[in-house]
């Protein structure tokens, strides 16, 4: 492996693609297929243009390649091929994370080796853009070989990988002190965040460590039993020995007594209240039934009218 084999991707993007034979020009570079699995870069993506953005890109496998400078150089034609891009990724903007979760940027960019085609690191930022200049983004690059699993537009790193990062760029809001790394945390941020344990790390649900420690050994604790309960029966008899202790009733217990009565005398008017009221109630009502004395009843006249013929007897 030499130092002219080492290239990075953005080298291959935008550069035109000529046949040796006629000096046709197939395409241009646009993007460049990686097969994660193998960390291997397979093929190049062409369009027709720089500006070209539809219609379908055309493919040839880097193995067809015999010579790279300004443009790119195939034998023919014959080096276009139809591949199956499913199988494969771009790699850029792909999500990097730690086992844990952390997440250490993005893929801007990424290094391989021309001659076989191994992808040796990776260039990430907090964006995935590499049309973004370097200048106003921090960037930082890591060994593939810290990669241990991949999934959709993710890469999962091993833990504590940013602690081998090497910074390439120092983005503008970091110069000016504003901007750190995710993975940067100051004292005030361990202060306050809250830092998990690894399943691996901790205590499992077990018995306390005095009650192991008390059945791995029963007779200390009998003899520790026993001088507790002779403690406790000569604290209980000084105490008797002792004149008993008067203590001042507290000021509490004073208002709640005094609360106390306040409220029965409350009770005891009303209740003498009540009783009033329902006798003059009682002597106020008369008994509409009651029998009264019928010697004194003196009836009204009445005035009947005497019945008249109705029909005068007829002259003899």
């Known amino acids: 492996m030499t130092i002219d084999n080492i290239r990075l991707r953005n080298e291959f993007v935008n550069t035109q693609v000529i046949t040796r034979e006629e000096g046709k ?29 539809s219609g379908i890109p055309d493919h040839i496998y880097i193995t067809s390649i015999c010579q790279i400078g300004d443009v790119i150089l195939v034998d023919n034609e014959n080096a276009v091929e139809i591949i199956d891009t499913n199988l494969y990724s771009p790699l850029i903007n792909c999500e990097v994370i730690t086992e844990s979760g952390e997440s250490l940027g993005r893929v801007r960019d990424f290094q391989f080796d021309l001659a076989t085609g191994k992808v040796l690191s990776i260039i990430i930022a907090s964006l995935g853009y590499p049309q973004i200049p370097e200048q106003i983004l921090s960037t930082y690059e890591i060994s593939m070989d810290e990669v241990v699993s991949n999934g959709p537009n993710r890469l999962i790193v091993f833990e504590g990988a940013e602690e081998r990062l090497t910074q390439l760029t120092m983005g503008v809001l970091q110069r000016l002190g504003i901007g750190q790394p995710p993975w940067d945390k100051g004292e005030e ?48 008899s000084s105490e008797q020995d002792q004149e008993p202790i008067h203590f ?65 007897e007829e002259e003899a």
Do not use: C, H
């Open 25 to 53: 020009k197939l395409g241009v570079v646009k993007e460049v297929l990686v097969d994660i699995d193998q960390r291997e870069v397979v093929a190049l993506g062409l369009r027709d243009s720089m500006f070209s953005l």
């Open 189 to 236: 941020d361990y202060l306050y965040s809250s830092s998990t344990t690894r399943p691996e790390n901790q205590l499992g649900s077990g018995m306390p460590i005095e009650n192991s420690f008390q059945a791995k050994n029963p007779s200390v604790n009998e003899q520790q039993s026993e001088s507790i309960l002779e403690e406790a029966m000569t604290f209980t």
């Open 248 to 312: 001042q009733e507290y000021e509490d217990d004073y208002e709640e007594a005094n609360w106390e009565e306040v409220q029965q005398e409350e009770i005891v008017s009303q209740a003498s209240d009540n009783k009033r009221q329902q006798n003059k109630f009682e002597e106020e009502q008369v008994d509409v039934w009651e029998d009264t004395d019928l010697d004194s009843y003196t009836p009204e006249p009445v005035n009947i009218p005497q019945k008249q013929a109705e029909y005068q």
